[in-house]
């Protein structure tokens, strides 16, 4: 039996200005860009890996959360709070680059950690931190 990932979920409140962010400063390919109920989500992913998809959602899209879950999710995405993502790259300076002339705002330049990667962070749009990560060669 073989288990993958498939699907990530990033909490986002203005779903334009987040692809803005993971398409434009990114460069991942929108897959899927869908919404139902007054909500919206945006599938996107790397075309190395078509396999793998993150999903811009809503701060919380459970239909059953009570309006004050609401508010309390939406107060932490905008604190910077909620869980981030760490994306791969070959070339993580020039990713840094590339986001970071794209306006990325951003929390740590391209370091050399003592785990083994060189490094660097960013926030989204939304407040999620984004990082990028290049294993370096030993």
Not at 16 to 26: G, V
Not at 65 to 78: F, G, T
Not at 104 to 119: A, C, F, H, K, S
Request: charged content about 25%; hydrophobic content about 40%; overall charge negative.
């Amino acid at each position: 039996m073989e288990i993958n990932i498939s699907q990530c979920f990033i909490a986002v409140d203005d779903h334009d200005k987040a692809l803005a962010f993971y398409r434009d400063a990114l460069g991942l390919e929108v897959r899927n860009d869908v919404g139902f109920e007054g909500m919206r989500w945006v599938t996107l992913g790397a075309a190395s890996q078509p396999g793998v998809s993150v999903v811009l959602e809503p701060p919380l899209a459970d239909p059953n959360a009570s309006p004050a879950d609401r508010q309390a999710v939406a107060e932490l995405l905008a604190k910077g709070l909620l869980r981030g993502v760490i994306f791969g790259t070959d070339d993580c300076d020039a990713a840094f680059e590339r986001v970071r002339a794209a306006g990325g705002e951003v929390l740590q330049e391209p370091v050399d950690q003592p785990y083994g990667v060189r490094d660097c962070a960013f926030r989204d749009p939304a407040g999620n931190m984004v990082r990028l990560t290049q294993t370096r060669k030993r």
